[in-house]
């Protein structure tokens, strides 16, 4: 079977699919037309994030038996379109699992203790101490929307910090560990000092984090964004900031990044504002980047695609 790969990945996904027979190509155009007269030929295809494949391109994949999302996010592929044509789709969110459940916990920290505040400080010469008083996990609780993988894994690492862990899945029942406490979502908006997002990107999910769900919560609650940027809306993230309804907030994803996550379009107030506040943690969308994800990331995924298809590259 012919793969092509149309972004880039660690080199160990293309050496295991090639050590099970596959043929692997990189294409390294930059505008998604280019692949149209390609892509014909191959029967697998491997992705990231680098555009959208809709219904019109894979009327192109004549051949295509399946499509490899390095990753865990499937939004940027027409997943219903896929499979009226019998293409399978695979992704590979245990590979970072560990990685963003430890990137939540980090920017939780970092803003429950003012690291980042305080770190800038004293680099500049003051030194307070008072004014950075920080707060504890133990004794908090929790909130966990989406318990697959990544919130799962969340869910382990806390075990440590004496909280109080709620859950709530919509498509999920029964399937919560004796140190979680399994639950709906108004519960967890009614009780959490914390809620954290690990969900897919949806039509359901969109600006799921609304100001309906924030005007909801428990005066004072932190918000934590791992999952997609368009599950929160920022606007009304301010204004509930503002308001004091949120206290604060960590985002590891923006609602103002491009298809590819590689670089984002953010000026306006709201975007400003955030990166004034000593009350928000921003990362670029780093939570799953890890060395070590990023060899687990594509082991997990030739596995899935060597176990099957290997017997049909002979």
């Known amino acids: 079977m012919k793969v092509l790969f149309i972004d880039t990945t660690h080199p160990l996904l293309p050496k295991l699919l090639e050590d099970a027979g596959f043929e692997c190509t990189h294409l390294p155009y930059t505008r998604k037309e280019e692949y149209l007269q390609e892509v014909g030929q191959y029967q697998g295809i491997i992705i990231r994030s680098k555009f959208f494949i809709d219904d019109d391109f894979l009327s192109h994949a004549k051949n295509l038996k399946f499509i490899g999302r390095v990753g865990s996010g499937m939004e940027n592929i027409d997943i219903e379109a896929a499979k009226a044509r019998n293409i399978v789709c695979l992704n590979s969110p245990e590979g970072n699992r560990d990685a963003v459940g430890e990137q939540a916990i980090g920017m939780l920290l970092s803003l429950f203790n003012n690291i980042l505040k305080a770190n800038g400080e004293v680099r500049t010469g ?42 709530y899945d919509k498509y999920k029942s029964h399937y919560a560990p004796v140190y979680v406490q399994e639950t709906n979502l108004e519960t967890i908006m009614r009780e959490a000092d914390i809620v954290s997002f690990h969900v897919p990107l949806t039509g359901e999910t969109r600006y799921m984090a609304n100001n309906l769900f924030f005007s909801s919560c428990k005066e004072g609650v932190f918000i934590i964004n791992t999952s997609r940027g368009k599950v929160l809306n920022t606007h009304h993230l301010v204004e509930a900031m503002k308001a004091g309804q949120v206290r604060g907030a960590c985002l590891d994803v923006l609602e103002y990044e491009k298809v590819s996550f590689e670089d984002m379009s953010a000026s306006n107030p709201d975007f400003e504002w955030l990166c004034q506040s000593n009350r928000v943690v921003l990362t670029p969308h780093i939570a799953g980047w890890t060395h070590e994800s990023n060899l687990k990331l594509s082991s997990v995924l030739a596995q899935k695609i060597v176990q099957l298809f290997a017997s049909k590259t002979n």
Do not use: D, Q
Request: charged fraction near 25%.
């Open 126 to 167: 003051t030194w307070l101490r008072e004014e950075n008083r920080g707060l504890e996990l133990r004794g908090k609780t929790l909130g966990i929307i989406g318990f697959g993988n990544v919130g799962s894994a969340f869910a382990e690492k806390l075990m440590g910090f004496g909280c109080r862990i709620l859950a």
